[in-house]
């Protein structure tokens, strides 16, 4: 089949650069895609709940702006102001929902036995010492705002900016880039008076995209030089090792440019794909293009063109098949992949396949059309001494390594055991912020966030019940409250809990002006084994008598 195309080359020549030439043409339609959750496969429990607390309570998305100011409080004048310019300007970006920050958060407090919830900071708010001293007072009057507006020190505060998308969109292009004008509004606003810390899921999708980028123009040009070095050293030609990567790079254009045609978006695996086809792609134009050079037995400057093109011919139909074994292998590992219920992974082992399978077919049909075109003509230089010299290096270095075969086994054998052992501690982990060095601006903004604030992930937890009596029974929201107290207290990595029971809390306390700032009333010990692990069901931890059979009378 392979001999039958060599006998027209132009007609293969122009059919794979039109194909070619085809699937360049989709490489500006690539998009990224780096949402973590798309590792998780749809059917898995965590992304269906996911999915509903989306659709429930409205999207847990949002860029997180934290401001620290290093000589002074946040409870200044001009920078009270600029935090309401901001969110201003904020809020007319598309998908940006409802900012909230210390200028734009809702207070609640009791008056003359009625509960008034009203914004903390009024429209007609002129920064006046006798505001900003109220201000301070409201903040330090409900626990709420503590590490989630306002650090411990009053030197930094936080700015919510929710993303009204589900969390699946986290990592598409437009989101990322509100995130980056997010982010640039930011430093360009509070310049001079706060340092800027933005973090959030939209951002490390951001940050792992720019380091992707950074990585692919790095990574393409370095293993291209690596392998022309290493090629070159036994060839000593430089065409011929241009022609062996010839057909591995078409390769790379053929499987990143089919990704756009079925809707595949490039992610943190796809990425480096273009590095693994060069790395492993390249061997079977090799093959070609070095059976070309050994096989010639005979100055090439002698054949005729006819002659040139049946040696071609007669040279593929011996190292098809070897060819093709060592491209199934290859083909068979990366087909491994695509039986994983990890999307990202199935469509990196699909397109890993397809490149690998277009590599071989390119090398060989593509690169003996060109050595066909080619002609006859003689290898310049001498190639035997040349060629033979490196041939000879390689081959007693490894003559060498034979004679010591037993010793060549024990190390062999000792590696496996060490690395089998090693295999047993291996960790799995995706935490994202260790993606980066220590030093970057992502890193040192989650970290920031971490430890000033409550935290830079959210984790929902969502109670539901049969009816909305018995979600919103006294025991019940003593359950809730005895839940977010422990995650909090004995829970090391919770760095904020906030939840429904805080508001009825609040409630109590303005109802009460003598009760605990805590607003909640001890709940009575219990040392029934069957209440141990209830959180307090049975309590009537809010204050309020327990009611009849329906049990939701909070009056």
Known sequence: MIEKLLKHPWVVIIVIAAITLFFALQLPKAQLDNNNLRFVPSTDP??????????????????????????GTVFDRDFLFRIRE???????????????????????????????????????????????????????????????????????????????????????????????????IAEEMFSGMASVYVTGLPAFSGAINDAMFADLRLLVPLVILVVIFIVFLPMRRISFVLLSLLSVLIAVIWSIGAMPLFGIKLTILSTVLPVILIAVGNSYSLHVVIHYIEGSGRDLGSMTYREHRDFVQGMIGVITVPVFLAALTTLVSFLA???????????????????????????????????????????RGKRKEGQSLAAYKIADYLTRIVRHKYRVLAVTLAVFLVSLYGATKVVIDNIMVEYFRRDSDIVRSDEFIRTRFGGSKVISVVAEADSPELLLHPDTLSALDRLGAYLASDVPEVGKVMGFTDLIKRINQVFNAGEDPSGLKPAPETTDAADAGDFGFGGDGFGFEESGAGGDDFG
């Open 337 to 379: 992949f695509c039986v994983t219920m990890v999307l990202p992974i199935r469509e990196f082992g699909f397109f890993a396949t397809f490149g690998v399978a277009a590599s071989y077919v390119i090398a060989m049909t593509l690169t003996p059309s060109i050595l066909i075109l080619r002609g006859p003509k003689p290898l």
């Open 86 to 184: 901001f969110e201003d300007r904020v809020k007319t970006l598309n998908i940006v929902g409802d900012v909230n920050s210390i200028m734009s958060t809702e207070y609640i407090w009791g008056s003359g036995g009625s509960v008034i919830v009203e914004d903390l900071v009024s429209e007609t708010f002129s920064g006046s010492p006798e505001e900003i001293a109220a201000l301070r007072q409201r903040l330090l009057s409900w626990n709420m705002y503590d590490r989630s507006l306002l650090s411990d020190d009053f030197r930094a505060t936080q700015i919510y900016v929710p993303l009204e998308i589900p969390s699946e969109d986290a990592g598409k292009p437009e989101v990322v880039g509100r995130y980056t004008e997010i982010r640039k």
């Open 46 to 71: 965590a992304r269906i709940i996911s999915a509903k607390i989306d659709d429930t309570f409205g999207s847990s998305l949002f860029v997180l702006v934290g401001l620290e100011r290093k000589y």
